[in-house]
Structure formats: C-alpha cells, structure tokens
C-alpha cells in the first residue's frame, strides 16, 4: 500500500456512511465520518482542516455535496472524489466545475474505490 491517507467521508445515508469508512480504513486510511455538510464542515475545523481527501455524496440534506467539495479544495487542497447515484453527463459537466477530481457512480465498486485511494484514475 502506498502512503497513509487522511479522509473524510461524507454521506447521508448511515449504513453507506458506516461501510465506507470501514472499507477506507481497512485499506490503512485515517478516516474521520461525517453525515451533512455542517458535520464535515464541524469536523474539518476540529482537525484544522488538514484532509488529503474529500469522498462527498453530492445529494446531502442541508446543502449540495459538489460545493462543499469545492469549498474543501479551496480551503485545503484536498483531492476531492464525488460519490453519487447521478452519473449522467450534464451531472458530470456540474462536478467538473466544481472542481471534483473525480466521481465514483454507485454503488460503488470496491476495487475501483481500492484503486482511486491509491492515486489511480477512475
């Protein structure tokens, strides 16, 4: 495995949330959860907005997941990955100009998500 990550992940959905943090973990990551945006928000003042990734669920329920990500990346320069069940191509063109760095479609494929960890492109 390549370096040590720190990550947060991001979604409303409890048991998703709940695997992939356990998923990113196992891969050796650093990973810090959080289920809106005002929690990711909570949580990256807590750790003084040190993350090397952002994993995002786009559709949140107090705000849009592709502009926290941009937020993030102006604040932190993390690589941000969008996590999100609307994959089509306008949903696409969106994330791109929020700067995402790239969108995983789920559900999301472990192995792809194994290798987007490692620096690897989706």
């Known amino acids: 495995m390549g370096r040590t990550l720190n990550i947060l992940v991001v979604d409303d959905h409890a048991d998703t949330l709940l ?8 891969l050796g990551h650093q990973v810090t959860s ?3 945006c005002k929690a990711a928000r909570a ?5 003084g907005w040190q993350f090397d990734m952002l994993l995002c669920d786009v559709g949140l329920p107090d705000g849009d997941g592709a502009e926290l990500m941009a937020e993030f990346k102006r604040r932190c320069g993390c690589v941000t990955i969008a996590l999100t069940g609307f994959g089509l191509d306008g949903d696409l063109a969106r994330y791109s100009a929020h700067q995402v760095d790239q969108c995983l479609v789920k559900p999301v494929d472990f192995a792809l998500l194994k290798s987007v960890l490692a620096g690897e492109p989706a």
């Open 19 to 26: 695997m992939l943090a356990r998923l990113v973990a196992r």
């Open 34 to 36: 959080a289920e809106s």
């Open 43 to 47: 949580a990256a003042d807590a750790a």
